[in-house]
């Protein structure tokens, strides 16, 4: 079983910047898709960024420019960077894996949560 964990909750500023790191346990083969979701209340949870093995990545457009996603293979750990934060950021957010686990068994794993709030 893959388990994710989160770190990087934080309270701030307009126009300030968190990091967020997801790191992973259990038998892992690969990694095709690590990604960053988020949530904010009364609204359904959506794609922030993800980044395939191969280093592609994609954006929502409401961070582009502003948020960047990185992943170290090695460590199998994705982090984001994000600066120039909005309180319209303000949300929970989970990494997610999608891969594959010995005995060729696909997952697709998240992380617990960690909560953001952007607010003066």
């Known amino acids: 079983q893959v388990q994710l964990v989160e770190s990087g909750v934080g309270l701030v500023q307009p126009g300030g910047s968190l990091r967020l790191a997801c790191a992973a346990s259990?038998?892992?083969?690969?990694?095709?898709?690590m990604g960053w979701y988020r949530q904010a209340p009364g609204k359904q949870r959506e794609l922030v960024a993800s980044?395939?093995?191969?280093?592609?990545?994609n954006y929502v457009d409401s961070v582009k420019g502003r948020f960047t996603i990185s992943r170290d293979n090695a460590k199998k750990t994705v982090a984001l960077q994000m600066n120039s934060l909005k309180p319209e950021d303000t949300a929970a957010y989970f990494c997610n894996y999608q891969g594959v686990a010995p005995g060729r068994r696909n997952f697709d794993s998240w992380g617990q949560g960690t909560q953001v709030t952007v607010s003066s």
């Open positions: 980044i395939t093995s191969g280093g592609s990545t």
């Open positions: 259990g038998m892992i083969i690969s990694i095709d898709v």
